[in-house]
């Protein structure tokens, strides 16, 4: 009977999830109706890439030779900002000496003119003492002498309607290492002016938390400035329920400014065509707001058929009339993707924009694997030249980077390809998808595409995406520089990156191929000298012929069967499978060496055709 009785509440809650998930659906609100989904067995998912996406790494951390990080040695760095503003691009994000929530915080800014090549960081918002004796509301311990501010916000830019740009930071109390900063009980949000000559203005208070007074604050109130145009930038944002919005974890969780005051966590939003607000939360929480966010229809719900966990997603308007929303589709923070709809509501893809993890150089509290927390340029921090999506996250914590995303956002290249970058370098380049770290960074020189790795944990990568064929002709023309270290490793992949063969440079001066378990040798290679493989493929007899400079090698099997190769992979180091949905989830330690280069590597790409047969 006892059985029976469970049985029968265990169907009426299942009815019960049903209704909800029914009424969830019924609502007018985002839902992803395709039929992709993230396979986290693998960094990049199985996803197909977004053609010509160019991942750029902009800030390697570095605790022993500070020098090379322009001088900053702090290795948890985190939640990137990015604006576009006087033909710049400038990026914030929070740093921490080695992990999340450990003090002391600050606030650095990065810059560029390209998106390519950046700026060293500067302190925006430098280390704030918290006051002796702070405490917080349920708690007996109170701050030492030496307690510093954690930084923590969800907001980094703001463009005044008078051309100010504001830059905008919270200062935060952990008062131990598992404390939040965010919980609404710190010290307040700072800001300050960017100016056109790339100064900064002074730093004021734009708003106290009622646990911090003003009189021991370090910085002025905003009002007190002088400048009455910034004054008006700020007075504009503090009215501004969108803006309001993204600050509702870090204020009072009473204050009158926030519109919406359940703490769900790191707001973003968009505009529809119908001029409805589309807002997103972590955990891809979602809502509709008919009055620029004074309201919202109803609770956050989860938006259905999205899969995201405790990690931020970001939505937006793409220049060609559609709609993105860029998170991690998994449990993980990995990989990063992109999902795109006509409407901004119901989303149809699921697409790569990158599948790598580096290694986790050093271990810190709360520092997670992956490519996270991703963010645009939100309504109104301006629009970039080249009409493309621009995103920033950051790797494991840990380094920051910058993607470039093509608009139209597309998966697929038909017809024959012909990369020539003795003649068309740029041209060609943006047809191949990038994976650039700074110390091992895949770019344009002297009319080749070039690959460069002094990385000891990470590697270059490039790929190009060619029409999916049965039956093909693919022929690259590659020169190393070197034939004693190093290694490059050319793979044949299908559209969900799974690899079928693999040709590589090694490091010992042999070309090989990889036969099953083993790699086979082809020949010797020389540094300095040019080499044009090609491959004439066949997936239905799992095989590929294979010529270096006209002469033949043999026909190889494939290592793994595809149904069809579809891409044409370029990458300066082995495969990596850590970590994986079993490895534990915070890393203690850090690795050996991880600030100093080795001897560098340098592979040059000439040229790439690829035919259908």
């Not at 927390?373 to 914590?397: A, C, F, H």
């Not at 493989?533 to 007899?541: A, G, N, Q, R, S």
Request: overall charge positive; some cysteine.
């Amino acid at each position: 009977m006892k059985a029976k009785r469970n049985s029968k509440k265990a169907i009426l809650f299942s009815l019960f999830l049903a209704g909800i998930a029914g009424k969830v659906w019924a609502q007018d609100t985002v839902k992803y109706v395709g039929k992709t989904l993230s396979n986290v067995d693998y960094h990049h998912g199985q996803l197909t890439p977004v053609v010509g996406t160019h991942n750029i790494q902009v800030f390697r951390a570095n605790r022993e030779f500070p020098a090379q990080a322009g001088g900053h040695n702090f290795t948890y760095n985190h939640q990137p900002f990015l604006a576009y503003w006087n033909k710049t691009y400038y990026l914030q994000f929070l740093s921490n000496p080695v992990g999340e929530h450990v003090a002391e915080g600050k606030t650095l800014l990065l810059t560029s003119k390209d998106g390519y090549a950046w700026s060293e960081p500067t302190e925006l918002f430098p280390p704030y003492l918290v006051p002796e004796g702070f405490t917080k509301p349920g708690r007996s311990d109170r701050a030492g002498k030496n307690l510093y501010a954690i930084m923590h916000q969800r907001m980094g830019f703001y463009t005044a309607k008078n051309g100010k740009l504001l830059t905008i930071g919270y200062y935060g109390v952990a008062l131990d290492a598992k404390d939040d900063p965010n919980d609404g009980n710190g010290l307040g949000r700072v800001v300050r002016e960017i100016k056109q000559d790339g100064s900064f203005g002074p730093i004021y208070f734009i708003r106290f938390n009622s646990s911090f007074h003003e009189k021991e604050a370090k910085y002025p109130f905003f009002s007190k400035s002088k400048d009455n145009a910034f004054v008006a930038a700020c007075e504009e944002l503090l009215h501004t329920p969108l803006m309001m919005q993204q600050w509702v974890e870090e204020a009072d969780r009473d204050d009158p400014l926030i519109p919406f005051k359940r703490p769900v966590k790191a707001f973003s939003y968009y505009h529809l065509n119908d001029g409805r607000v589309v807002g997103l939360w972590k955990h891809a929480l979602t809502s509709i707001s008919k009055d620029n966010g004074k309201t919202w229809a109803y609770s956050p719900l989860r938006a259905p058929g999205f899969v995201n966990s405790n990690a931020k997603i970001w939505g937006q308007r793409t220049t060609d009339g559609r709609f993105a929303t860029a998170y991690n589709p998994s449990e993980f923070r990995w990989p990063l993707a992109v999902s795109t709809s006509d409407d901004g509501l119901r989303y149809t893809d699921l697409l790569l924009i990158n599948g790598e993890i580096t290694t986790m150089r050093y271990g810190g509290n709360y520092k997670s694997y992956g490519p996270q927390y991703v963010r645009g340029i939100q309504e109104g921090n301006g629009q970039t030249p080249d009409k493309n999506m621009w995103l920033t996250y950051s790797m494991n914590k840990e380094d920051i980077w910058v993607a470039q995303v093509p608009v139209p956002i597309t998966a697929t290249v038909a017809g024959a390809v012909h990369d020539d970058f003795s003649k068309e370098p740029e041209q060609a380049f943006k047809s191949w998808n990038i994976y650039s770290p700074l110390w091992a960074s895949a770019k344009v020189e002297d009319r080749a595409l070039v690959l460069r790795d002094k990385d000891p944990y990470d590697y270059a990568k490039a790929d190009r995406v060619i029409a999916a064929a049965k039956k093909a002709k693919i022929v690259f023309t590659v020169t190393p520089q070197q034939d004693t270290h190093g290694s490059l490793e050319i793979e044949l992949l299908d559209d969900k990156g799974l690899a079928a063969a693999r040709i590589i440079f090694d490091k010992d001066g042999l070309l090989k191929n990889k036969a099953g378990y083993r790699n086979a040798s082809l020949q010797k290679y020389e540094a300095g000298q040019r080499y044009q493989i090609t491959c004439l493929v066949d997936v239905t007899t799992r095989s590929f012929q294979v010529l270096v400079n006209g002469v033949d090698k043999g026909t190889k099997l494939f290592f793994q069967p595809v149904a069809q190769i579809s891409e044409v992979s370029f990458r300066t180091g082995a495969v990596r499978r850590f970590p994986n949905a079993d490895t534990p989830t915070d890393q203690d330690f850090d690795v050996p060496n991880p600030g100093q280069a080795v001897a560098e590597a340098v592979y040059r790409i000439s040229s790439l055709t690829a035919e259908t047969l």
